[in-house]
């Protein structure tokens, strides 16, 4: 969550004209950490919003490696992330 909260951005011009919105993205983290088939399953209501959840993503990935003692060669992760602008709220996501 820490690595996802720093790749965060809010874009500019959706910051500029005070828009917000939540938009759910799904992914998968390969065993090697590298994310793939980030997709939007929820709309923020703004593209900008959910262009921008998908590039946090990316920018994110690797991951750290998924440990071998999970017996796991992935992980499908659903999110919510939340872009605010209320300076009284500090939320991650």
Do not use: C
Request: proline share 6%; net charge positive; aromatic share 6%.
């Amino acid at each position: 969550m820490a690595k996802l909260a720093r790749a965060k951005r809010y874009p500019r011009s959706a910051r500029k004209d005070g828009v917000t919105g939540t938009a759910t993205v799904r992914f998968t983290i390969q065993k090697n950490g590298r994310v793939i088939v980030p997709r939007l399953l929820n709309s923020s209501g703004d593209e900008r919003l959910d262009k921008e959840a998908l590039a946090m993503l990316q920018r994110a990935s690797p991951f750290p490696r998924i440990p071998a003692e999970l017996g796991e060669n992935s992980l499908d992760l659903t999110l919510p992330i939340e872009f605010s602008l209320n300076k009284t709220t500090r939320k991650l996501f």
